[in-house]
């Protein structure tokens, strides 16, 4: 089954640069940017033009595409090393998500194993390429085992975004609720707004009315009032780095409505590819927190709302430890406790 | 021992208009506006410009006295008639904060005891003032009293706005801080911005400025980050009512905080004059909850966030149950479970 609405592609390689749906201008505009040179690319991850962890190690992908293009010799040691401060460049733009470092990692092993600048060039674009389908692909596949876990007349909370936008392809949390949807599963969502950048209210609203899914809008500080409510079936996120041990970092307020899930007795399930464990962090206290400005939090899109000198603390992501987490979804089957084990046996 | 650095007036009687800091223009410009129509106070309530459980109270109280002294005549029954309709138009703005009502029911009662029409319009008058003296000493006292829970050093999480701006006098929750400030105590503030009308980011931070006590805006979204790594050692906030057996209507989000405060061993601290428990309700259950327009959700200080056509959930409170607050500071004392027992005992 293939996504039937999607009448947008956030990410999409043109052959010598790549075509972007600019997040930061949704649900206003609908901009694409053409983006030939990979110093722009990093740019825009860093400034969430283009956002999600998948989608964010696509993105780098193509951008080591982009900088290998551009580097101009004919020597394969001078090509390596001048890639290098491509990859370093990339590398340097987001800390959390481990899908970037995941899909950096598979560009640097295909430059390292080139015979010569022509070819290498060429298999860095198709590696590009096959990251891009294979993270299409994945989130197909979580979103279909997902789903059973769905049922008809299910209201289902998430907090940020994590469909088509954030994936390139079906979604994390947001590609099992879609899944479920074409199903024919009567499916409705509370979804987080998610302060400070908004991507509930801005764009899952825009991919679920998209979508034709009903959708109401809550402030970040409601859903445990929902919660409390019985309005809320099931909870689900997506992740931005899963440990060894199954803690989840994920978008800040994640954490908050894990534990209010738990405190009223409410599944709460995390959707992601397995390119966003990483086993080489035994729990979630190791996984680097990125910390954005404090201007996002003092004020929204230009508009200030704290007062002069106000001071504001701004972490992106929090950690939700394993215990709260009632299953993780991912393309290779669905984790339950003990983590550890689910996670060794589906990597 | 009063406020030092209050330099601003929220609600000042000048004997036949009230003068008011509009609240709904902060922190960017103060303005205060004079009202001389009780409708015109309504509205005043209806959109914020005054707020807060207890300052709510004492604009309704002045709202009659501004409607008393408006009535032509000589009957006092006719007067008695005419009252009425202020005091339903002033019952009708706001459902949730009890203050409001207990300030209403005393100005009903003045004028249900008057004599005639002038010295029941003078008997009026003063009773709106003896109740903003009487909300303004309560809460210094349960400031005073509250600030023996602070110990210098203490990191302190408030939700929402609870100083001089909203209750006219002291504070609730933030009289607290202040109290524990001007005792030498070295305190530092995490303000939760309390989407959607942002009291803590606007008004919140401005009186801690004020105030010059440090203070670190979070979304409402970090603070089960920042009470999950150790770095809160109290949470107060105010209250909007309080039912008999101590559950407590509080601006949205204050449950969440309640439950990742407990998750996390923090004691969570209610801070409310005695005007604002209602003992005619026996518990949370009870307490009329404000829904308010869709369209402060949808948008963000007058930016539009989400997609047209979008729909917003707006409950402007929730409720936290009893068994996860610490103890309720009211200006008789601060209680601890058994709540029903304790409330009686200060009632």
Chains 1, 2 share one sequence.
Request: charged share 20%; proline share 4%; aromatic share 6%.
């Amino acid at each position: 089954m293939r996504l039937k609405q999607i009448s947008y592609q956030p990410i999409e390689w043109l052959g010598d640069r790549v075509r972007l749906l600019d997040q930061t201008r949704l649900p206003g505009e609908e901009v694409y940017l053409e983006i030939a040179d990979y110093r722009e690319m990093a740019v825009a991850i860093k400034e969430l033009k283009v956002r999600g962890a998948p989608a964010i190690g696509v993105a780098g992908a193509y951008g080591m595409a982009l900088g290998a293009l551009a580097i101009k010799t004919g020597t394969i040691q001078e090509f390596r090393d001048r890639l290098q401060e491509v990859s370093r460049t990339l590398r340097s733009t987001r800390p959390t998500a481990k899908n970037l470092f995941i899909a950096l990692d598979r560009m640097d092993a295909a430059a390292a194993s080139g015979k010569d600048v022509t070819r290498t060039k060429a298999a860095l674009i198709d590696e590009a390429i096959s990251i891009h389908a294979g993270e299409a692909e994945a989130t197909e596949s979580l979103s279909r085992l997902g789903a059973d876990l769905i049922e008809s007349g299910f209201t289902i909370l998430t907090h940020c975004n994590t469909g088509p936008l954030a994936t390139t392809g079906y979604g994390t949390a947001l590609g099992v609720i879609l899944y479920a949807h074409e199903q024919g599963k009567k499916v409705r969502v509370l979804a987080d707004e998610t302060r400070p950048l908004l991507q509930g209210a801005r764009l899952t609203c825009w991919e679920l009315q998209k979508a034709g899914i009903p959708v109401t809008l809550i402030t970040d500080s409601m859903a445990g009032h929902f919660l409390s409510k019985g309005s809320v079936d099931c909870v689900i996120v997506g992740a931005d780095r899963i440990a060894a041990n199954g803690d989840t970092a994920n978008k800040i307020g994640t954490y908050t409505v894990a534990v209010l899930a738990k405190e009223n007795g409410v599944p709460f399930y995390v959707a992601a590819p397995t390119t966003t464990i990483d086993v080489s962090l035994a729990s979630g206290d190791e996984i680097p927190i990125e910390e954005r400005s404090p201007d996002e939090v003092t004020g929204f899109h230009g508009v200030r709302t704290a007062p002069q000198d106000c001071q504001a603390a701004n972490p992106a992501f929090d950690v939700t430890p394993h215990t709260y987490i009632t299953a993780i979804i991912t393309e290779r089957g669905i984790i339950r406790e003990p983590y550890q084990e689910g996670i060794g046996g589906v990597l």
